[in-house]
């Protein structure tokens, strides 16, 4: 841009620039510390109502009391002082939205946050909305295929389902999130990645691995680091959801993943504290429920009358040391439609994902589920179950009768077969190959260390050889009789090879 | 139980005080002040007294603006102003304050209770500043 283009800009934007003179309440800052205002005046101001501080920073009431408001900063608050002029907006506080924040990190305000400038919008959406109506919404009845065999057969989830992740530290829930974004390609699904009160340097590292995957074409990342204050933390999933709902309103279907909600409780707890409301159990404040299911309750699918868009929610509760009966598990447990659980023992034992079939629910995704993946995965949840039984059991050295043995060995293969690397979505006709030799039992006689390297090959071997049962997967969703019995000879054609 | 707040502290001395003169009135004060030491609310005197201030101002329709501007306000304009605000508040009396600042550079700012009307160059200026680096 040369010195005159410039010059000719500023002049454009300065004739352009009208102001518009009235009468504003103002108020005063009486007191300011760690993130939080209480400012005296502004008697007429409504909850969640967004200010504006004399150096530019907003913040929003939070606390209305009888003779002065607690507003919590967003922003750089040192620079705020006792007696700063307090300005009122009269506006609800909103987030920029538009779909040039595809590709783009943002912060808990929609501004980008990445140097590749900043975007131009002219939208805005409310950071707090009712959630969408009964009238206004369908069932879930298309699947979200993360890419993951464990989830899409045993815990399938649909376009507009709230399922959560949960499981102690280093147990690989955001991996499990950031295969299911990476496996979104070309399903005509936007991705929003909420990135709560975690280090940048992981979140840099995520960035860089959706961006690697080619992931970054359709998802938005909207993030509040842990070197913010807690008032960002606790407004990043409703600016995330806010975004969310722009596409949705679009018709377009979202994926959302709250990473995670047990530090914006945390966030939120400080928060209250610091305004002096009464602590509870845990030191939350009382409506630490509502805190999760206002903002789950805007996941939904919308019926065609109302676009038929949807928001499928992923959020992420950390657990310590295996309890989930604590305080904000229990409470997102009972908001979300099911629960993945991931175990630390499973993790070291090498069964990675470290899902726990037992303890995972996915209550409305079954609906959701292809016809083909129903019928294959219909009995696998089952015999992993009894295999479980057994296995404990078993560990006794008592003899078995080849019924039980046979059990065990088709569990052990199960168990095999779910395992699956990280970054490395297998797609949904590929699982259902790999999953109808497992249930059908023509992996029985495959040894239980070979499966992985049969896997691979079964479906490289496939792709050539059961043309007609892929296309009908592809196509109808479940196969007819001549695609399994090509599908059936394809298998048992490659097992002789791999096994002589 | 809720917190009793400034105001209602206020409120309560304002009706306590109310049409009492003479050794009624002194009764009153040293129950306030003995009120206020039990309740240490001592500290907090300067801004009770605001809030009573306050309250009997809006009783005897008494309205308080504050203009500051970066030239001295002629009386016949002052004069203009106040006659303005009397009707728009429907105020009995309007207690005025004239303050003089350069760094306002034109312009006036009126303020009255937590109202605000800024025409002051200075505001105009900051605001096309955050314009410009907003866009």
Wanted: net charge negative.
């Amino acid at each position: 841009m040369t010195k005159n283009n410039i010059v000719e800009n500023l002049r454009k934007e300065i004739e352009n620039f009208k102001i518009e003179m009235k009468a504003e309440k103002v108020g005063h800052v009486v007191e300011v510390f760690d993130g939080i205002a209480k400012v005296s005046g502004l008697s007429d101001i409504k909850a969640s109502e967004m200010v504006t501080f004399a150096n530019g920073v907003e913040g929003v009431a939070l606390n209305l009391e009888d003779d002065s408001v607690g507003v919590i900063i967003l922003g750089d608050f040192s620079k705020i002082r006792e007696g700063d002029e307090v300005k009122a907006t009269g506006k609800i506080l909103e987030v920029p939205v538009s779909d040039l924040q595809i590709g783009r990190v943002l912060n808990a305000l929609g501004q980008a946050i990445d140097g590749k400038g900043a975007i131009k919008t002219d939208k805005t959406n409310p950071v707090e909305r009712v959630a969408s109506g009964v009238m206004s919404r369908q069932s879930v009845d298309q699947p979200v295929q993360t890419g993951i065999k464990a989830i899409d057969a045993l815990i399938p989830i649909g376009r507009g389902q709230r399922e959560l992740i949960i499981g102690d530290r280093q147990t690989g829930k955001t991996a499990i999130a950031i295969d299911a974004i990476l496996n979104q390609k070309g399903q005509n699904m936007i991705c929003v990645y909420v990135s709560i009160g975690q280090k940048d340097s992981k979140l840099r590292k995520i960035e860089t691995r959706l961006a690697e995957g080619g992931a970054m074409d359709y998802t938005i990342i909207v993030s509040a680091g842990s070197s913010e204050p807690a008032a960002m933390s606790y407004i990043a999933p409703y600016t995330g959801v806010a975004i969310a709902e722009h596409f949705m309103d679009a018709g377009k279907d979202v994926l959302i993943i709250y990473d995670d909600l047990s530090k914006h409780a945390v966030a939120y707890r400080e928060i209250s504290l610091l305004l002096r409301r009464p602590p509870g159990r845990e030191a939350y404040p009382g409506d630490v429920f509502y805190l999760h299911s206002r903002l789950l309750e805007r996941a939904c699918r919308k019926n065609k009358d109302y676009g038929g868009g949807s928001i499928t929610a992923l959020p992420i509760i950390e657990t310590q040391a295996g309890d989930i009966s604590a305080y904000i598990p229990t409470n997102v447990i009972s908001i979300t439609d099911g629960q993945i659980f991931l175990e630390t023992d499973l993790f070291y034992k090498g069964v990675r994902p470290a899902v726990n079939v037992g303890f995972s629910v996915s209550r409305v995704g079954g609906s959701a589920q292809i016809k083909g993946m129903k019928k294959v995965a219909g009995t696998l949840k089952l015999d992993l179950a009894q295999f479980r039984e057994l296995e404990a059991f078993s560990q006794f050295g008592s003899d078995l009768d080849d019924a039980t043995k046979r059990q065990l060995e088709r569990g052990k293969r199960a168990v095999e077969m779910l395992k699956q690397p990280q970054y490395s979505p297998i797609v949904v006709e590929h699982q259902i190959i790999t999953l109808y030799a497992l249930v059908k039992g023509l992996l029985d006689d495959v040894p239980v260390e070979k499966i992985k390297e049969f896997e691979a090959g079964l479906i490289a071997y496939a792709e050539n050889n059961a043309k007609i049962f892929l296309k009908e997967i592809r196509e109808a969703k479940m196969w007819t009789d001549a695609g399994e019995a090509e599908l059936k000879q394809a298998i048992g054609d490659y097992k002789a090879g791999f096994l002589s | 139980m809720s917190k009793i707040s400034i105001n209602n502290i206020a409120q309560a001395i304002a009706d306590h005080t109310k049409g009492k003169s003479g050794a009624d009135l002194e009764m009153a004060y040293k129950d306030t002040l003995s009120f206020l030491n039990k309740k240490k609310l001592l500290s907090r005197s300067d801004e009770i007294l605001e809030a009573i201030g306050k309250i009997i101002d809006k009783e005897d329709g008494v309205v308080r603006m504050k203009v500051q501007s970066a030239k001295k306000i002629e009386s016949h304009e002052q004069k203009e102003l106040e006659e303005d605000i009397k009707n728009k508040y429907g105020a009995k009396e309007i207690v005025s304050e004239y303050i003089e600042e350069k760094e306002l550079l034109g312009g006036m700012k009126i303020t009255i209770g937590e109202e605000v009307l800024d025409t002051t160059y200075r505001n105009k200026l900051d605001q096309l500043a955050t314009h410009l680096i907003n866009n």
